[in-house]
C-alpha cells in the first residue's frame, strides 16, 4: 500500500500554481516543436515567461521558502542548483534550440522535485507561523498569459 500523498498546505498552493503554469511552458515549448514553429517565435515567449514569472518565483523561493530547511540540506542545494543551471538556459545566447529543449525538459523535473520531495519536506518541517508568513507574501492575483503569438495550438 502507497502511502497517501501529503495535502499541500494552502500557504503553498500559490507556488504549486505557479508550477503548474512553469509545467505548461514546458508543454508549450514542447509542442512548439513538435509543430516546427520556428525557435525565435518559442524563444519571445519562453523569454517573457522567464521575466514575468519565473525569475520572481525564484527569487521567492530563495529568499522565503528554501530558508525553511537549513542552508546544508541537500534538497536545498539541489533546487538553488536547479535555478541557477535553468537562469543559464535561459540566458544562453549560443544554440537557443539545444537551451530551449534543456530548458523544456529540466523545468519540468525541476518542478517535479519541488512538488513531489522538496515541498512535502518543508511542510513537514515548518511551523504554522512560518506558513503563515509565506502566506501573506506570496497569495495569487490571477495568472497573466501572453497571448499575442498562442505557437503552441
Known amino acids: 500500500m502507497t502511502p497517501k500523498p501529503l495535502k499541500r498546505h494552502k500557504a503553498l498552493q500559490p507556488l504549486s500554481r505557479d508550477h503548474h503554469h512553469g509545467l505548461l511552458l514546458s508543454w508549450k515549448i514542447r509542442n512548439g516543436f ?3 514553429v520556428e525557435t525565435e517565435r518559442i524563444k519571445t515567449y519562453a523569454d517573457w515567461f522567464f521575466e ?52 523544456e525538459e529540466e523545468l519540468e523535473q525541476h518542478i517535479r522535485f519541488e512538488e513531489r520531495v522538496l515541498f512535502p519536506e518543508i511542510q513537514k518541517v515548518a511551523t504554522e507561523e512560518q506558513l503563515a508568513v509565506i502566506e501573506k507574501i506570496h497569495h495569487q492575483d490571477g495568472f497573466e498569459d501572453k497571448l499575442d503569438d498562442e505557437f503552441w495550438r
Open 52 to 103: 514575468t514569472h519565473l525569475v520572481p518565483h525564484f527569487e521567492l523561493e530563495e529568499a522565503h521558502i528554501f530558508t525553511l530547511l537549513e542552508d546544508n540540506n541537500d534538497l536545498i542545494k539541489r533546487a538553488l542548483a536547479d535555478h541557477r543551471r535553468l537562469k543559464r538556459l535561459f540566458n544562453e545566447e549560443g544554440d537557443i534550440e539545444k537551451s530551449l529543449h534543456k530548458i
Open 34 to 36: 513538435n509543430k516546427n
